[in-house]
């Protein structure tokens, strides 16, 4: 028999997986749900040639970085305890640190870490396979409807 907190979690990781789905950028971008908890999310996706931003060096362009880290933070806010319906960022905040290498996976990780009554407060990182130097750095705030 399940619990209230088990349906609360099943409901919040099937809201967090439809959101993923229903955008067809993130369809594009080939980005894939990973892993989905109260509050955090990991979302990855593979290099790709056609995303390339620079083309002398096959570094993938920041927009598609960009799209990595909202997204995955968005599905951080959906994932919290709090259940929301949906989420829209407010601000995204982005520090690039590095260029992806290029031929490597990207994975964005997402902690929701503060929520008031209408905003929710997000820390993002982007990674390709070395995990100590992150590509980029987010802060974000996302609305939030109850």
């Not at 990973?34 to 390339?52: H, P, Q, T, V, Y």
């Not at 905003?119 to 750095?137: G, I, M, S, Y």
């Amino acid at each position: 028999m399940a619990t209230d907190d088990t349906v609360s979690s099943a409901t919040r990781d099937r809201i967090a997986q439809q959101f993923i789905e229903a955008l067809p950028f993130a369809r594009a971008l080939g980005m894939r749900l990973d892993r989905l908890d109260n509050g955090e999310a990991e979302i990855s996706m593979g290099w790709n040639e056609e995303f390339i931003g620079d083309p002398r060096s096959g570094v993938i362009h920041g927009g598609v970085i960009s799209a990595l880290m909202d997204t995955c933070s968005g599905a951080a806010v959906l994932s919290h305890a709090t259940a929301p319906k949906s989420t829209a960022t407010i601000d995204l905040r982005i520090d690039y640190m590095r260029g992806a290498t290029p031929g490597q996976r990207l994975t964005a990780t997402a902690r929701c870490y503060h929520v008031t009554r209408s905003v929710a407060f997000v820390r993002t990182q982007a990674f390709d396979d070395d995990r100590d130097q992150p590509v980029a750095t987010a802060t974000g705030a996302f609305t939030l409807e109850r």
